[in-house]
């Protein structure tokens, strides 16, 4: 569906492009985190294409004992081995979450407000929300079904995704239904070099320093699962994500990996074992950079590794190049013809290399066979052509026949149509019958320095490239996946094009950025056949004019360029609505064996996540063996503690806190300690309300991300654990006697990670990368209804506007917008610093 505009007089209308039609299950939401299922399930996926069945393995006569593969059946082929390579692997199945819900568009708001203040001439921005109060309303009405998760079926949202590809994807396939059900998967891996260069530390700076590394939990641990063994768990890495990507492709889909030049034959290797190689489509050589400094030959290309689900059903669309210079079309065109016909001349140098040197009238033009193989009757007899004699075979050792009758050939001639070559009739062709060509494996039209638009990230590819392969594979409303998102570089392809899609990335910068790069970009409305973006684009078309539309006077052919949908020039398209996910709870697994070392002598083997927290946090704490939330006690100087511990990964929800308070007053425990990796939105009320009550006192305590990165180096607690910090923010009225409210964000707080203290940075410090607001917070999941961030590149809309935009729009504000108290008279913020870590707090209003 297409967005209901808001039209004004003369004005372009703002748009955005909707699925309503395209049905998914209904996804849990972070509020909801409590009533998901306890147990941990997972799911064995082969990764085998018959290899494991087709090898024998032995001992060689001569050789030390070890078993070495001896033979291979060579039905199957040929594969390529490295170390740890298993055919299959257990995946631990983790409920994908919506944590929040982008309805609003940065770029959407500032348009309505610079509209309103230039025609309203109000001094001041006003507030207008476009879109989020669909939103709203959708969301109120669908209260009651929405904890009925995966049972209902609600309108397509696009997603961004925090969290490992493998556990995403098979997420994907086990949750949200979508085996079989994506059309293109784009691939953009680490090149398998030198992983780091891949990463960017913060959002608001490619540049990476030592001292901004990584610190999270699932950044770390997908370094260490893609690297422990160099180059072959990279290879384990790739082919496990494309084993996966196999199955959620649909039978007439595609994939693309981009790679260099280094390790370009091993990934054509594993692709081969993954998809067949009669799946292969294509080896494309892109351009990345016009020069390249190097002693030795330099390097200026990349490679799309392309295979197919299924060669023999794929979608594919050529996408044409005007033929503008020697070289974009096939050979053979190398001469002009004189406006009224008469004269043809061999093209010079200059005007091969730039038909636009040729002069006005003159038409370029070629030839081309005119028989076929094989006697056909009426057809192969001789034709006279000013007043020469052709037969269809010259040499008269095979028959042939003329592609057309003698009464089409008569009409060629009318048309001047016909030319000798040599001994030969031809048919004449003019390079404007169809300017065009396909796009072929070489794109050369793809150096990095045609980027559009500012680069937010260390390694940005050319939305060009990823375009290209989205036009030539997909239609419009088919879904694009990309596990390797960085910073949204495919996603914003696909919001561009009209295509519903999924990006995932384990990195918090790189989602941060792309969520960014999302809300604040403008996009050209493509005009639709019947509404839907899924019932296609009206495309722009170009006549085909071939042998048979000449020799029997019919239309040309019609031929649509997949590449150049029409576009409405009335409207201007802002990014359509997303949800934020996150996967909840994460295998406990890799605790399994963690060593805590005990005043470094003797080393302790923990089989038990919770147990190594606890113990962490505090030597003596005494392990509870029940099944309620405590879970531990420790003895401080008057009173014993209960310690609760949040999942590893998935928030604290006020749930717990709750539970734990409970389970510790039961057991007439006063105080109570939650620790966790990260907390839900509402923890500081629950806290509140709890304490408030009376007797009891909580404690939210947040376990540093880098914890488990450090190796533990660090066993004293107070270096690892912090209590929890949130947003620090405050109200105002808008005006006297006026009920609307702004709110304004005073201060954040940033771990040092060097000193290990958090600290309150004051809002205007520079650590704040971006911040959100939910103007009526339903406590299940957070909706952005106002954000702030600054703007790298601010886009061009002055002439869509007609208005001049000011600069302040496209800066970081720090007051937010006024806003009426709503439904539930209760706020969200959300701040995102420029490591990517965020802090929500919620506040119920005055
Ligand atoms: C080369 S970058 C992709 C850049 C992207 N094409 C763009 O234009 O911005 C690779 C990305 O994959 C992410 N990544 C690496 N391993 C991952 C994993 N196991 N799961 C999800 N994302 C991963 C990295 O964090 C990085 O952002």
Not at 39 to 51: I, K, L, R, Y
Not at 656 to 680: C, K, M, R, T
Request: include cysteine; charge should be neutral.
């Amino acid at each position: 569906m297409v967005g209901e505009p808001r039209k004004a007089k003369t004005e372009r209308k703002v748009t955005r492009y909707t699925y309503d039609d395209i049905k998914e299950p209904g996804t849990p939401e972070t509020g909801h985190t409590s009533l998901l299922p306890a147990e941990e399930q997972a799911v064995t996926f082969a990764m085998d294409n018959g290899w494991s069945e087709a090898i024998t393995v032995g001992n060689l006569p001569e050789g030390d004992g070890r078993p070495v593969v001896v033979d291979m059946d060579p039905a199957v082929d040929p594969v390529l081995f490295w170390a740890a390579k298993r055919n299959r692997r257990e995946v631990p199945l983790l409920p994908l979450q919506r944590n929040e819900i982008v309805s609003e568009s940065r770029i959407a708001q500032i348009i309505d407000r610079t509209r309103k203040g230039a025609e309203e001439n109000i001094i001041g921005p006003a507030q207008g929300h476009l879109f989020a109060d669909l939103e709203r309303i959708l969301r109120e009405s669908e209260r009651e079904k929405r904890i009925e998760f995966y049972t209902h079926d609600e309108g397509w949202k696009n997603k961004l995704i925090c969290g490992d590809s493998l556990h995403v994807m098979a997420s994907l396939m086990h949750y949200e239904n979508l085996r079989g059900k994506v059309q293109m998967i784009y691939i953009d891996p680490p090149y398998g070099i030198k992983y780091d260069s891949n990463f960017q530390q913060r959002v608001d700076s490619t540049k990476n320093d030592e001292k901004d590394a990584a610190d999270d939990v699932v950044t770390i641990k997908a370094f260490r699962d893609t690297w422990a063994l160099g180059i072959h768990s990279y290879l384990s890495y790739l082919q496990e994500r494309l084993y996966l990507s196999r199955e959620l492709l649909c039978e007439t889909g595609s994939v693309f990996v981009q790679i260099s030049d280094v390790n370009v034959h091993l990934i054509r290797a594993v692709m081969d074992e993954v998809f067949g190689a009669d799946n292969f489509m294509s080896l494309i050589t892109f351009k990345k950079t016009a020069h390249a400094a190097s002693t030795l030959l330099p390097t200026v290309s990349d490679y799309l590794v392309w295979y197919a689900r299924n060669r023999s059903r794929v979608k594919y669309f050529p996408v044409y190049v005007r033929k503008r210079r020697v070289g974009e079309e096939e050979t053979g065109w190398d001469m002009v013809e004189s406006p009224d016909g008469r004269s043809r001349r061999k093209m010079t140098i200059d005007e091969l290399l730039d038909h636009d040197r040729i002069p006005d009238g003159w038409r370029v033009i070629g030839h081309d066979n005119l028989t076929a193989t094989g006697y056909s009757e009426g057809t192969s007899q001789p034709y006279v052509f000013e007043g020469r004699q052709f037969k269809p075979s010259v040499t008269g050792a095979t028959e042939r026949h003329w592609k057309v009758k003698p009464e089409g050939l008569d009409r060629l001639v009318a048309k001047n149509r016909l030319m000798v070559v040599g001994n030969s009739l031809r048919q004449k062709r003019y390079l404007d019958d169809f300017p065009h060509s396909p796009t072929t494996n070489l794109w050369e039209d793809t150096v990095v320095s045609g980027f559009a638009e500012a680069r937010v990230f260390v390694v940005q590819t050319n939305p060009k490239v990823i375009e290209r392969c989205i036009f030539m594979t997909t239609s419009p409303g088919d879904l694009v996946l990309d596990p390797t998102c960085g910073s949204g570089t495919t996603a914003n392809c696909a919001e561009r094009l009209g295509r519903r899609w999924i990006t995932c990335d384990t990195s918090r910068v790189a989602i941060n950025v792309a969520r960014q790069r999302l809300l604040g970009a403008v996009f050209e409305h493509f005009r639709t056949r019947n509404g839907k973006v899924s019932g296609n684009f009206k495309y722009k078309t170009v006549n085909r004019i071939t042998l048979k539309s000449l020799a029997y006077d019919l239309e040309p052919e019609k031929v649509e360029l997949v590449d150049q949908p029409e576009v409405e020039k009335d409207a201007l398209r802002v990014c359509g609505p997303f949800d934020v996910m996150l996967l909840g709870r994460y295998s406990v697994e890799d605790w399994k064996g963690y060593v805590v070392r005990d005043d470094g002598t003797e080393s302790a083997k923990l089989e038990n996540y919770i147990e190594v927290i606890c113990r962490l946090y505090r030597k003596d704490a005494a392990i509870q063996g029940a099944t309620g939330l405590v879970h531990a006690v420790a003895e401080a100087e008057k009173e014993k503690i209960a310690i609760s511990v949040g999942p590893l990964s998935g928030r604290v929800t006020g749930k717990q806190i709750n539970d734990a308070v409970q389970d510790a007053l039961a057991s007439g425990i006063l105080e109570v300690h939650v620790l966790g990796w990260a907390f839900e939105a509402n923890v500081g009320e629950v806290k509140s309300q709890l304490e408030k009550r009376g007797r009891v006192k909580v404690a939210l305590i947040m376990i540093r991300p880098d914890t488990l990165a450090e190796g533990l180096k660090a066993t004293q607690p107070e270096m690892l654990f912090s209590p929890l910090a949130v947003p620090d923010i405050d109200f105002a009225k808008n005006g006297k006697g006026e009920p609307a409210l702004r709110v304004t964000l005073r201060g954040v707080a940033l771990f040092d990670r060097k000193r290990r203290t958090t600290e309150y940075k004051r809002a205007d410090s520079g650590y704040v990368s971006a911040w959100y607001l939910d103007e009526d917070y339903d406590g299940d999941c957070f909706v952005d209804c106002q954000m702030f961030f600054d703007f790298k590149k601010a886009p061009n809309i002055k002439a869509a506007l007609k208005a001049e935009v000011d600069p302040e729009e496209f800066a970081l504000k720090l007051t937010s917008e006024p806003f009426h108290p709503r439904r539930y008279k209760r706020i969200a913020v959300k701040v995102v610093d420029v490591y990517g870590h965020e802090s929500t707090v919620v506040r119920d209003l005055p």
